[in-house]
């Protein structure tokens, strides 16, 4: 066996996990024993299938490729967010950091063997077709996918931009399958767009790639300029935001809070905590804010969602975000691997843990002009195989759910699209607003008995 390969397989074994037991001090050093030999005997098990392996499969095997499938399946026995990147995963993982790739604009996820859409990109070929969260994907150019790795799929729906992809959609609510057509584009993802509806700003976010942060500070002072002076309030749109990067989640919260914690994120230990806190300066002048979610929203997104709301600082309006609460630190392995583990949860300054549960909204408002809202099962965290726990559960068994039907949300989609609304959350965002800036009228004059 080639010296590489032994020395790759020692460094796999230096990495194994070793569990750790509180037990009585006379007892610590034989339990530490007991776990070594335990760890040992495993990889010595290891190392009896790879040798039986490489001598007995029906086809020669090539040693790194069950290097790599042995680390993958170690790493995909954690969590649905740890992962081992190859070459070809890392330079893919930098183009969509970076938000410039040939493809169709979808966030996925595998889920029990089947590719999931977590949601669509807004103004790209995936969004302009329809495609909605929670659906599957079972083929692509005809070809079935399920049983596939995440890796793949993806690397498929990527490609030349102007060239064809068919997607097979399974959609729950839906008897039968469809075929959705695409044509690839040069995905170049604007993640900041921003625009003047009346007197409000709307700042959109789409994923929180590199200068984010800086981006949004911009809108809000081109929103500013346009106007020429200040708008009544802002709606941030975190609608269908899968996240991104912790750092330019940070900035974001910063840009809307001159004070206070933004979120913490936790390790194993209870001492391994970090904090991050707001900086003086409300670039939003303290004005009225509704931050817009849905299932959609995810991680980064939520972060943000959930520091504003915390803070009281705004409304959060739609439906229940996604619930990723954890921390993926990137750990280079070479030049062009890598390792992506799940090191943290993260929590907001009140110390909730989104984790399984998301982000609640203040003012629930279903996505009426969506036809299809009632009927389609929505897709998140929790609906994912082996993910985390949320280890801050609450406790609401004794709160009693409204299920009297509210009349503002009878309209249907085409009652909707008739009235020209065509993005009902975002039209009842922009009515709230307009409420929240009128002045109160003034009491009335109670005549008096004299």
């Known amino acids: 066996m080639p010296k590489s390969l032994l020395r790759s ?10 569990p750790t037991v509180v037990l009585p001090a006379a007892n610590v050093a034989s339990a530490a024993q007991s776990d070594k030999a335990d760890t040992y005997q495993a990889l010595d098990q290891f190392m009896n299938v790879f040798q039986k392996v490489r001598a007995n499969y029906v086809d020669k095997v090539d040693d790194k490729k069950l290097i ?20 070809e995963d890392f330079r893919q993982m930098q183009l969509t950091t970076n938000g410039n790739y040939g493809g169709v604009g979808l966030t996925v ?3 029990e063997g089947v590719v999931k859409v977590v949601a669509p990109t807004k103004d790209t070929p995936a969004w302009r077709a329809g495609i909605k969260s929670g659906d599957y994907i079972t083929k692509i150019d005809g070809k079935l996918v399920y049983g596939g790795t995440l ?26 399958p469809f075929d959705v057509t695409l044509t690839r584009e040069n995905i170049v993802i604007n993640p900041v767009t921003w625009e003047v509806k009346g007197d409000v700003g709307v700042i959109t976010i789409a994923s929180f790639s590199k200068d984010v942060g800086a981006d949004t500070r911009a809108a809000l002072a081109g929103i500013d300029k346009k106007l020429g002076h200040r708008p009544i309030g802002y709606i941030i749109d975190l609608r269908s935001d899968p996240g991104g990067l912790l750092d330019q989640a940070i900035e974001v919260s910063d840009a809307f809070l001159d004070h206070g914690e933004i979120v913490s994120q936790r390790g194993r230990t209870k001492d391994d905590i970090e904090r991050y806190y707001a900086q003086p300066g409300d670039d939003a002048h303290g004005l009225p804010i509704i931050v817009l979610v849905d299932a959609g929203t995810a991680s980064a997104a ?14 959060v309006m739609g439906v229940r975000s996604f619930g ?49 809202y009632k009927d389609r099962p929505t897709f998140r965290e929790d609906d994912l195989r082996r993910h985390l726990i949320n280890e801050a559960k609450v406790d609401d068994s004794v709160l009693e759910d409204d ?3 509210d009349p503002r949300f009878s309209a249907t989609a085409a009652q909707l699209k008739k009235q020209g609304i065509d993005d009902y959350q975002l039209h009842y965002a922009l009515a709230t607003m307009e409420r929240l800036a009128s002045p109160a009228p003034p009491p009335k004059k109670v005549a008096s008995a004299h």
């Open 9 to 18: 397989i020692a460094l796999l074994a230096a990495g194994a996990a070793i």
């Open 324 to 372: 990723k609460g954890s921390v993926q630190t990137l750990m280079p392995l070479t030049d062009d691997t890598a390792l992506r583990l799940t090191t943290a949860r993260y929590y907001t300054p009140s110390g909730r843990s989104v984790q399984e549960g998301g982000i609640h909204p203040d003012i629930v408002v279903p996505q009426l002009s969506d036809p299809d």
């Open 109 to 111: 996820q595998m889920d």
């Open 68 to 87: 790599e499938g042995a680390i993958q399946g170690m790493l995909e026995s954690l969590d649905p967010h740890s992962s081992y990147l190859d070459a």
């Open 151 to 176: 890796d793949d799929a993806v690397q498929q729906m990527r490609g030349a931009p102007g060239t064809k992809l068919r997607l097979t959609i399974v959609r729950p609510g839906r008897d039968k």
């Open 302 to 315: 939520e972060i943000v969602a959930g520091a504003l709301q915390d803070h009281r600082r705004a409304i």
């Open 403 to 405: 299920v009297t039907p």
